[in-house]
């Protein structure tokens, strides 16, 4: 980063020349969470754009965060953490908005088996996040004899009503966006890549593999128009067909509607000791050592728990059993990373039936952590002063030891640990 004061550029974290310009590293950490977070905004405000949703409020912030961090602009450290917090409040508004776009469009998801694996016929894979790009593909190919799949943070398609009636919409293929590169080789026809979670392809699909939208990556024919389609569609007829080769179905489809319709059972369930807690685990998922921390925890979670799970950190276990506690299941999808506002929405609903306070239900956080819209809806949650959060594997490469401090001080946020003793820690609901 080059700092316009001293006019020398700074090396890691923090000024190099520190104490003439006053910029201190945890002023740098705290303008380079908000700028991550302000990417993570940028996210869900341009996909809810695309449906004719905005927000004043939104764009307003986007404006002012950015100025903040100009040079000279701001040394304070605690007017940095009120902006910061500020982010989460304006992510909020975001989510909720790209909830209204996706419900208003596609009408509002429910609860639906997924098949997986791949049936014969000729079949392109979606994967990123943006349904526009899916729906147009839909439509496009609808009586072609081409099959659609979806991949990582499309799964929850399958979910919403106008984007299931699509009877070529077979099911999902893979997992989550850090197995590209193993999956898109084994997949054998077309791959559509719609937003940022697309890896460098190898040679061994490079030329199957299409970008569209923001999305871009050198060497790969991008799709200039959602409105043409044909490339992609001539690419995966000449492939030719895919073999029949099912897997283990996955569930997926849970919005917050869905879960709140239930909430009297569930609020009978938890009254009757049927059910002692929900645990909220998933987020952005990545391929550093240490995340299968999320896996065991899952398996260690009690058979007298629900576990609510989103984004592409669900691929850890969400492929097992858990079954269910009086036809309440005890995995619940709750969609991509920005239904993190249902989570938002039942965790509000269940705390105002039991008349107490979001941090006195018997809920507890494992956030994985990866990428910039994992910063925003980190920061949302501190907003709303949800406290005790577990995040990990390890803490973001730009949070000062001084500025985790304060996280650490004003919300308890603490780092994964071991499963065993976190476990029983969440049980006892620290």
Request: glycine share 10%.
């Amino acid at each position: 980063m080059f700092c316009n004061q001293c006019e020398q550029t700074a090396q890691g974290t923090g000024c190099t020349v520190k104490g003439v310009c006053g910029k201190d590293e945890n002023i740098q950490s705290l303008q380079e969470t908000l700028l991550y977070a302000l990417k993570g905004i940028a996210a869900y405000s341009y996909h809810s754009r695309v449906y004719g949703e905005r927000d004043e409020d939104v764009d307003a912030f986007m404006h002012e965060a950015l100025f903040k961090t100009l040079t000279n602009v701001d040394f304070d450290l605690n007017d940095h953490v009120k902006l910061a917090l500020k982010a989460g409040e304006m992510n909020y508004k975001a989510m909720e908005l790209l909830d209204k776009a996706n419900t208003g469009h596609y009408g509002k998801p429910g609860p639906v088996e997924v098949p997986t694996g791949t049936v014969k016929g000729p079949g392109i894979l979606v994967t990123g996040h943006d349904f526009m790009d899916l729906e147009e593909l839909l439509k496009q190919t609808e009586g072609t004899g081409i099959n659609i799949y979806t991949h990582g943070e499309m799964l929850p398609a399958h979910g919403y009503p106008e984007l299931k009636k699509y009877k070529h919409l077979v099911g999902n293929y893979g997992g989550a966006w850090q197995k590209q590169k193993k999956e898109f080789p084994a997949f054998g026809g077309a791959v559509l890549a719609t937003t940022n979670c697309v890896q460098i392809p190898t040679d061994e699909y490079r030329d199957r593999l299409f970008t569209i939208g923001i999305t871009a990556v050198e060497g790969v024919k991008h799709i200039e128009s959602r409105k043409d389609f044909s490339e992609i569609i001539n690419k995966a007829k000449e492939l030719g067909d895919l073999p029949e080769a099912p897997g283990k179905p996955l569930t997926t489809g849970f919005h917050h509607d869905i879960v709140l319709s239930l909430a009297p059972k569930i609020i009978e369930a938890v009254k009757a000791g049927k059910i002692k807690r929900f645990f909220l685990i998933g987020g952005c998922d990545g391929a550093k050592a240490g995340r299968n921390y999320f896996t065991e925890l899952a398996e260690k979670v009690p058979d007298d728990c629900v576990i609510l799970t989103l984004a592409c950190g669900k691929y850890r276990f969400n492929h097992m059993d858990f079954g269910d506690i009086d036809g309440i299941p005890r995995l619940i999808d709750l969609g991509q990373c920005n239904n993190a506002y249902s989570a938002i929405q039942i965790a509000s609903a269940l705390a105002e039936a039991f008349e107490c306070d979001v941090n006195d239900l018997p809920l507890s956080f494992a956030v994985s952590w990866y990428e910039q819209k994992a910063v925003a809806i980190l920061l949302t949650l501190l907003n709303l002063n949800i406290k005790n959060i577990r995040i990990g594997p390890t803490p973001p490469a730009f949070i000062t030891p001084g500025v985790f401090q304060v996280l650490q001080d004003n919300f308890d946020l603490k780092l994964i640990g071991d499963v065993d003793e976190d476990l029983a820690a969440m049980m006892k609901g620290e």
